[in-house]
C-alpha cells in the first residue's frame, strides 16, 4: 500500500480543483455537445438567412448547417416550406403481409411525423386518398384518377397545409401526345401517367410558387424521357417566371435523360431547378435508394425526388426511412426537403 504525505494530498486536491474549473470555464463547439437537442427558438423570417447562399451551391458549410437542422440546434423560420414526395404503392392483395390495410396506419404517421406544408403522393387509388384526406384533416387535397380524370385509376395526389396557403390555380395533365386527355399513353408507356399541378399563394405574404407532382413510367425509357420534356415544357407555360418546386417518382436515377432535362440549365424556358438532396448530400453514396420492395435495402436507386427552382435555397433534405417492427409503410421511402425561400436584399435608397 502506498502512502501519501499531507503535503502531496494538498497538490493533488489543488490540482483537481484547477483542472475542474479549466472545464467549466472552456467551451469547445466540438466537444461540448449536448445530449439532447437545446431549446428550441424560432428565427424570424427577416432575419434567417443574413447572407443567402447561392441557391443549389455546395460549400464547405452545408455539412454542418445538415447536422444542426438534424439535430434541432437549427429550427426552420417561418416562412420555410417543409415538402414531401411518398410513393404510397398502390393497394393490391399481391403485397400479401404488406397490403394496405396492414400498412396504412404507419404511413400516415410516417407523414405526420415529418409534418408537410406540401405532400406529393403517387400511386394511391381513391380509396388511399380518401383515407389520407380523413386522417390529414388539416390539409387540402387536389388529385384525380388517371385513367378517366375522375376517381379511376392511381392518383398523383397533392396535399397542402389549409392554414399555411391559398390556392389559386391548380390542374393535371397527362403525358402523352393529347395532355388534357384523361386515361391517354403515350410513347410506348403501359399505363398512363400523369401531372397534378396547384399555384399557391403562402398566406405569410410570401411570394407564389407553382408546385408539379407527377409519376413517370415505370417500363419504358422513351415515355420518361418525353414525360420530362413534357413535364419541362407545361412547366415553362403555366409557371412563367414562377418559383417552382416539383416532387414525384421519376423511375430513374440521377445521371439519366429524365434527371438531365429536369435539372435544367440557366438557358431553359423555366429557370434550372436543384436536386434538393443532392444540394445536402453532395457526394453520391450507395445507401441513397429510394425503391426497396418493403425489404428496406439501401442499395436501389434514387428515383424519387424533390426538385426546387433557385426561388428556394434547401436548408435539409434525406430520406426517410421509417419502419414500424417488421413493416415499412411503403415500398419506397419518402423523400423529404425544408426549402427557404430567397429573400431578395434590401436596397437602401439615397436621398
Not at 1 to 28: E, I
Not at 110 to 134: I, M
Request: net charge positive.
Amino acid at each position: 500500500m502506498h502512502h501519501w504525505d499531507r503535503a502531496s494530498s494538498s497538490c493533488v486536491v489543488v490540482a483537481v480543483v484547477m483542472f475542474v474549473a479549466g472545464c467549466s470555464s472552456t467551451k469547445s463547439p466540438h466537444l461540448d455537445t449536448p445530449m439532447s437537442p437545446p431549446a428550441k427558438k424560432t428565427i424570424p423570417v427577416a432575419t434567417a438567412v443574413p447572407a443567402t447562399p447561392t441557391p443549389g451551391d455546395v460549400s464547405a458549410t452545408v455539412a454542418q448547417t445538415r447536422a444542426l437542422t438534424h439535430s434541432g440546434a437549427v429550427m426552420p423560420a417561418e416562412g420555410d416550406v417543409r415538402v414531401m414526395s411518398f410513393n404510397c404503392r398502390v393497394s393490391t392483395l399481391f403485397d400479401l403481409q404488406n397490403t394496405w390495410g396492414i400498412r396504412k396506419n404507419l404511413l400516415a404517421t410516417t407523414v405526420e411525423h415529418f409534418n408537410p406544408d406540401l405532400l406529393g403522393t403517387q400511386e394511391c387509388l381513391a380509396s388511399q386518398s380518401d383515407y389520407l384526406r380523413e386522417r390529414l384533416s388539416d390539409y387540402e387535397f387536389v388529385g384525380v384518377g388517371r385513367n378517366d380524370g375522375k376517381r379511376r385509376g392511381e392518383m398523383c395526389g397533392v396535399y397542402f397545409k389549409r392554414d399555411k396557403f391559398t390556392q389559386l390555380d391548380s390542374g393535371h395533365f397527362w403525358l402523352s401526345e393529347s395532355p388534357s386527355k384523361p386515361g391517354s399513353k403515350g410513347w410506348g408507356a403501359i399505363f398512363p401517367r400523369m401531372v397534378t399541378w396547384v399555384k399557391l399563394q403562402p398566406k405569410d405574404g410570401g411570394q407564389t410558387f407553382v408546385w408539379f407532382n407527377t409519376h413517370l413510367d415505370a417500363f419504358s425509357s422513351r415515355a420518361r424521357e418525353n414525360g420530362a420534356k413534357l413535364l419541362r415544357q407545361r412547366m415553362a407555360s403555366i409557371a412563367g417566371g414562377m418559383p417552382v418546386v416539383v416532387t414525384g417518382d421519376f423511375n430513374a436515377d440521377a445521371g439519366s435523360a429524365p434527371y438531365r432535362l429536369m435539372l435544367g440549365s440557366a438557358k431553359s424556358a423555366v429557370a434550372r431547378l436543384t436536386d434538393t438532396f443532392r444540394a445536402m448530400n453532395p457526394t453520391p453514396a450507395k445507401d441513397d435508394g429510394t425503391r426497396h420492395g418493403f425489404i428496406g435495402g439501401r442499395g436501389g436507386p434514387r428515383i424519387d425526388w424533390i426538385l426546387a427552382s433557385d426561388a428556394f435555397h434547401t436548408i435539409d433534405a434525406g430520406i426517410d426511412r421509417t419502419k414500424g417492427g417488421l413493416s415499412y409503410p411503403s415500398d419506397h421511402f419518402a423523400v423529404t426537403a425544408v426549402l427557404r425561400p430567397v429573400v431578395a436584399p434590401l436596397v437602401a435608397r439615397v436621398e
